[in-house]
C-alpha cells in the first residue's frame, strides 16, 4: 500500500470515529426524544442544540471545500441554532439525517483517487482537503465527547447501557 493510500485511510478512520473516542451513532443512539430541549445544570444549550451545532459546522466545512463561492456563516452565532429555538422529533431526526449524508460526503471525498488531497484549495490557496478533514475530525470528536458527557450528567443513557 502507498502512502497516500495509508493516508486516506487513516483520514476515513478518524472521520469515522471508534478508535480514540465514541462515534457519532453510539453517542445519538437510544436517545431519549423528551430530553432532546432539555438542559443540563449550568449548560445554555440543549442536546439537539449541541447536533444541530455539529451539522451546522460540518456543512460549513464541507461546502469550504466543494464551492469556491461558498461564504460561511458569522462567527460564532451562524454556527449555533438560536437557544430558545426548541426541536421536535422531526427536527431532530433532520439533524442527524443531516449531519450523516454530510458525512459521508466527506468520507466519498477521502476515497476518492482522483481527488489531491493535499493540493492548495483553488480559492483558499493555505488550505487542503486534508487540513479541512483533520479539522471536522477535531470538531466533531470534541462535541461528541461532550455530547455523551452530557448525556451522563441528564441520566439519558439506557438503564443496559455503559458508556
Avoid: C
Avoid at 422531526?90 to 439525517?97: D, L, V
Amino acid at each position: 500500500m502507498n502512502e497516500e493510500n495509508v493516508t486516506r485511510q487513516q483520514l476515513l478512520k478518524l472521520l469515522q470515529g471508534g478508535n480514540a473516542h465514541m462515534s457519532f451513532d453510539q453517542a445519538v443512539a437510544d436517545f431519549p426524544m423528551e430530553e432532546i430541549n432539555s438542559h443540563a445544570p449550568n449548560v445554555p444549550y440543549s442536546p439537539w442544540h449541541l447536533l444541530e451545532h455539529l451539522r451546522i459546522t460540518q456543512r460549513d466545512i464541507l461546502e469550504f471545500i466543494r464551492d469556491p463561492k461558498y461564504k460561511s456563516p458569522p462567527w460564532p452565532e451562524g454556527y449555533w441554532p438560536d437557544f430558545e429555538t426548541r426541536a421536535d422529533e422531526k427536527q431532530w431526526k433532520e439533524t442527524i439525517s443531516q449531519f450523516r449524508a454530510d458525512h459521508k460526503a466527506l468520507e466519498e471525498m477521502v476515497a476518492n483517487p482522483d481527488i489531491d488531497l493535499t493540493a492548495p484549495l483553488t480559492h483558499a490557496k493555505r488550505y487542503t482537503i486534508t487540513r479541512e478533514i483533520l479539522t471536522v475530525s477535531d470538531h466533531n470528536a470534541y462535541h461528541i465527547g461532550e455530547f455523551t458527557i452530557l448525556r451522563q450528567v441528564m441520566g439519558t443513557w439506557p438503564k443496559h447501557r455503559r458508556m
